[in-house]
């Protein structure tokens, strides 16, 4: 009996020891692929007017730049990039509102973070986080921060961005009043083109494999 009772103890051990092997470690699921090189730099360019809600109050922006770099990732949550210099006008094109020409001050360091892939569309979804940003119209001031959620179209390059509720919000208000107080709710919708530097070709950002 007792030799009976080692043998399956000795059976159980050797299972054991097989489920550990072929069991992927907590943390082992796959990052995400930047192509067609990785790290990469990118530029984008508006496609169309950038769109914003000043807590319901218009906004329509018609030149908007970014610019920044992506990099493969061998964890699932680190940043696929980072947006590193952005602009929502340009000489002649500033922000308009029915308050008047508004004046951006984007404070770029935003991280991209992926979530989400569509292998039957290609398209990769995810957040832009860390975002700050001040802005000024007549002597009104404000600072935005909070997260840009996105959608990116692998084979076109577009890039779309769609902000609502309290994705972002206002963080501190001079000079607004009722308009525009701390809280209130900031959207932005528009949709920017990639493109690795120097050439016609748009990054791209799928699932390790």
Not at 25 to 51: C, D, H, K, R, Y
Not at 150 to 157: D, R, V
Not at 185 to 204: D, E, Q, V
Request: glycine share 10%; aromatic share 6%; charged share 10%.
């Amino acid at each position: 009996m007792r030799a009976w009772r080692r043998h399956l103890a000795l059976l159980a051990s050797g299972a054991a020891l097989c489920l550990a092997a072929v069991t992927p470690a907590s943390g082992a699921e796959p990052g995400w692929a930047v192509g067609p090189v990785s790290p990469a730099a990118f530029t984008a360019q508006n496609e169309g007017n950038f769109v914003r809600s000043l807590n319901q109050l218009p906004e329509t922006c018609t030149h908007v730049t970014m610019s920044g770099s992506l990099s493969s990732t061998n964890a699932a949550t680190s940043p696929v990039g980072a947006v590193t210099a952005a602009a929502y006008a340009a000489p002649g094109k500033p922000c308009t509102s029915v308050m008047g020409n508004i004046v951006r001050s984007p404070q770029p360091g935003w991280k991209l973070v992926a979530e989400k892939y569509d292998p039957a569309t290609g398209v990769t979804s995810g957040r832009i986080t860390d975002y700050v940003e001040r802005s000024i119209v007549g002597a009104t001031r404000w600072t935005t921060a909070g997260e840009i959620p996105w959608t990116y179209e692998n084979n076109t390059g577009r890039w779309k961005l769609n902000a609502s509720g309290t994705d972002l919000t206002v963080v501190a208000s001079q000079y607004a009043g009722a308009w525009l107080p701390v809280g209130s709710s900031i959207g932005l919708k528009g949709t920017l083109l990639l493109k690795i530097p120097g050439t016609s070709t748009p990054p791209t950002i799928t699932p390790q494999t």
